[in-house]
């Protein structure tokens, strides 16, 4: 999978994407992560990409010019399943989302910064607008790294465990079971007996009854939803 970044700020992605997992899975060849710095195709001076926005009103606004120039650019190159705007306005991102992202080939993904980007861009170019939760970040940076990372780890080769990105939260509208390490007595504090019998059978339903508490008591409202 090919995801290309659209930044003002690309120093504020290189980290994510070079540790753990997002490293594992580029060094295997499995996502290939591009970040583009708008202001390097921008036709104004001095690298300028916002401007005042029309009609009055604080805040700057990303200009079309620089946005459509670097879109037109790539999608002459290949073809793009999605062109995706990070906004706090946008639709709430969520396991099912990166689930069904992580099928695509080509993404782009645009962060904004000020007021956000003039609307003809949204209009013409976006076909998708995701927001990562109800609060408004200073950029579009940490949204992109978040869904970055939901979808990749996702991508077939990335997980040792081939099987464990199954036993998510959220991955069937629950939330995960408690896990446990050795030692089996931890000052005092055992390990639940069941994990330690050795019956996968017994063990799986322990599992799914934990799951389906945890659930119920902290997230009813992902039961109700099913
Ligand atoms: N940009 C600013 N706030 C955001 C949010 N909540 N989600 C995605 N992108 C954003």
Redesign the pocket.
Known sequence: MRIDIITVLPELLESPFNHSMMKRAKDRGLLDIQLHNLRDHTPYKQGQVDDYQFGGGAGMVMMPEPLAVLLDKLKAERNYDEVIF???D?KL?DQKAANSLSLKKNIIII??HYKGIDDRIRQHYVTME???????????E???AVVVDAVGRLLPGVLNDETSALFDSFQDDMLAPPVYTRPADFRGWKVPEVLLCGDPKKIDEWRYQQSLERTKERRPDLLNEQ
């Open positions: 990070m906004t706090p946008g991102f962060c904004g995701i927001s990562i939760g109800d609060y408004v970040l200073s950029g579009g940490l949204g992109a």
